[in-house]
């Protein structure tokens, strides 16, 4: 094995990641990035940007649909999944581009690879270690799913909706939290019909209950369907659609079923309990 050495290595090169990263070598410290796909993680390249990106293009969507209002001649002709995406994956290389460009400009090493923290507090990636004056833990996080309901087929998380190559008719929204919220505007103006099953009395209901009765308005006013304070039993899909049935019976059927319920903490298999570090 070989043994590197720095003031500062970071293990997970996302948001949390790059930025400890940044600060550190801005204040005079060699750093270490350890990621084992882009740095960026999931807010750059499967997450933040590129549902910010996809709600730009719904906007545009929305004006061009409401042109007439304020006297300009505008036809809506459909929306083109290929050049959305295409418009969204520029925006992501564009950004990671330039953060690739900032992080080796400070003079920063990054290592590309599955990095696990050792019980020495040291990290090893493949047949090397790093060793760190401190070592800071920003490994990201997962979208999360419920007991019993297995992502797959019809039944997609937010990284695997990002990639759908149509626009359904028909979306079962999972979760009425910031990231199903994001996806039920997109997806409604892109003319889908869309229902938000949502086990909490509100949606977003992690914010301000005057928020949250504000944007249930909205989304009625647009006609974005949803379902709260009864909880999911169980989903079943085909060939075609996916049917979500809640405790109460009531049962909806769609295209797709996006699950939203939060994300997780990727801890798992990374050595941390063995280092000494508590997890919650």
């Not at 719904?58 to 959305?84: K, N």
């Not at 418009?87 to 080796?104: F, H, P």
């Not at 999972?174 to 938000?196: C, D, K, M, Q």
């Amino acid at each position: 094995m070989t043994t590197h050495t720095f003031d500062i290595v970071v293990l997970g090169g996302g948001s949390g990641g790059y930025a400890a990263a940044l600060r550190a070598s801005e204040l005079g410290k060699s750093v270490a990035l350890i990621e084992k796909d882009k740095v960026g993680g999931t807010c750059l390249h499967r997450g933040c940007i590129p549902t910010k990106a996809l709600l730009h293009a719904a906007e545009v969507a929305e004006h061009v649909r409401d042109a007439a209002h304020v006297g300009i001649s505008a036809t809506l002709e459909g929306i083109d999944p290929a050049g959305v995406r295409a418009y969204r994956e520029g925006i992501v290389a564009k950004k990671y581009k330039g953060l690739e460009g900032l992080v080796k400009a400070r003079g920063i090493i990054t290592v590309a690879g599955f990095g696990r923290l050792n019980a020495d507090r040291s990290v090893s990636v493949g047949d090397d270690v790093y060793v760190g004056t401190d070592v800071v833990l920003a490994t990201g996080s997962y979208s999360r799913t419920l007991p019993g309901l297995e992502i797959g087929g019809r039944i997609l998380t937010s990284e695997q909706a990002l990639s759908l190559d149509v626009i359904p008719e028909r979306v079962l929204v999972l979760g009425g939290g910031v990231i199903g919220v994001e996806f039920a505007s997109v997806w409604r103006s892109f003319g889908t019909e869309v229902t938000i099953i949502e086990a909490l009395p509100h949606l977003v209901p992690n914010e301000d209950i005057a928020m949250s009765k504000g944007l249930e308005r909205a989304f009625r006013r647009r006609g974005i369907q949803y379902s709260l304070g009864v909880r999911f039993q169980n989903a079943t899909q085909d060939d075609r659609s996916v049917t979500v049935t809640l405790e109460d019976g009531k049962e909806f059927t769609a295209d797709y079923l996006l699950v939203a319920v939060g994300r997780g903490p990727v801890t798992a298999d990374l050595g941390f309990e063995e280092a000494g570090v508590t997890l919650d």
